[in-house]
């Protein structure tokens, strides 16, 4: 315990508000740089969005920023892989099927090399439509987000306090308190709000663009899978098939256009996300129709350019957000960059 702290108030180096997968991330790197870390949720460890993806990190980026991003996030979790082989983490094949108008644009999006596979590659439920290509080569890599949230924060560096919502901070760089809803109180010299779609306007600097939210679906799809199956990604729809073979299940995952919805009041899976996904199974697999079962469904917090966005201004904590439900895919990216900002303001 450091020379300031109480019992009733104990003193870490950071306290960070949200244990998401940006959370937890933030978390396991600022541990490795020798800080103490507190993290809180208002639930437990993983529960907001982060516990509803059967997320993957595909090549795809839509400009050079978010290209830097995916890379730096995939050389980030190839090295924890090598040093935590057991972490819930694996690479799969991955393949699109896409317009043979649209692959020069999707060639442009796509980090890596994308060659022609053949159908054979893919399930032999999927029907590719007469104008359609298949292409392939790179490699997604699937995370079970929830349960790697856990094992990013194993480690002695970092103490969770679970069920403890943060109602309000007061103080400034050097010494933060963040207030608990039941009264309690944590002590740290920097602060970082990573509460997904939870963060609100007042939690953003004055003039910053308030944060937005919007609904994310997967479809569960009875269809067997196996480990060497790969992701079939439909790139017209902005839509994927994963499989998990965990599961014995395929999700279909698909961007639901319906945007600010409260992550306490996500509004259930609508006549239209069933529309849009019937629609993306007729065209592609129409024998998967029938296979169609529940549905996860959560929001995110959207930032600009469909990445996170790092906020940072004098006297206060410093933002993470904007998952853009890509928020797995970014993570080790966006800790980097809070370490950044942290360092800059010291
Ligand atoms: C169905 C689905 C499929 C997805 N597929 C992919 C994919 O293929 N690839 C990909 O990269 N991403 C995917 N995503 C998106 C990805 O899961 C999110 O971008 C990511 O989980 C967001 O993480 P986060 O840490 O920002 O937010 P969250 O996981 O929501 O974490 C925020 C945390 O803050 C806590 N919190 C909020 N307010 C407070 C408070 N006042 N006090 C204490 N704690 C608080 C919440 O309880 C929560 O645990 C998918 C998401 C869904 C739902």
Known sequence: MSPTATPDVPDFDTVIVG????????????????RRVALL??????????????????????????????AHSRRWYADYRRQRPDAPLRTLPIHFLCAEGNTDALRERCTEPLRPTPEAALPPWIAVPGDTVVLGGPEALHGQV?????????????????????????????????????????RARELVLAKGSWLAAADLPPGAPPPRTKKIVSYVLDLPAGPADPVVYLADHDAFLL??????????????PEWDCHPDDVPAASPDDLRIVRA??????????????????????????????????????????????????????AADAVLGALEVSR
Do not use: K, M
Request: aromatic share 6%; net charge positive; hydrophobic share 40%.
């Open 19 to 34: 244990a998401g997968v940006l959370g937890c991330a933030l978390a396991h790197r600022l541990v490795g740089t020798g």
């Open 41 to 70: 949720d208002r639930r437990t460890v993983g529960s907001g969005c982060s516990g509803h993806a059967g997320a993957i990190a595909s090549p795809l980026a839509r400009n050079d920023r978010l290209r830097a991003l995916s």
């Open 146 to 186: 929830a349960e790697l949230c856990r094992v990013l924060t194993g480690s002695a560096g970092v103490t969770v306090y679970e069920c403890a919502p943060v109602l309000g901070w007061s103080g400034g760089p050097g010494a933060f308190t963040a207030e608990l809803s039941d009264g309690r109180r944590v």
């Open 243 to 256: 499989p998990r073979p965990e599961r014995g299940q395929w999700w279909l995952s698909i961007t639901s």
């Open 280 to 333: 993306v199974l007729a065209a592609y697999a129409p024998a998967a129709v029938s296979a169609l079962r529940g549905a996860s469904v959560h929001c995110d917090s959207y930032a600009g350019d469909g990445g996170p966005l790092v906020t940072t201004a004098p006297g206060r904590p410093v933002v993470v957000h904007g998952g853009s439900g890509s928020g797995f895919r970014y993570a080790p990216a």
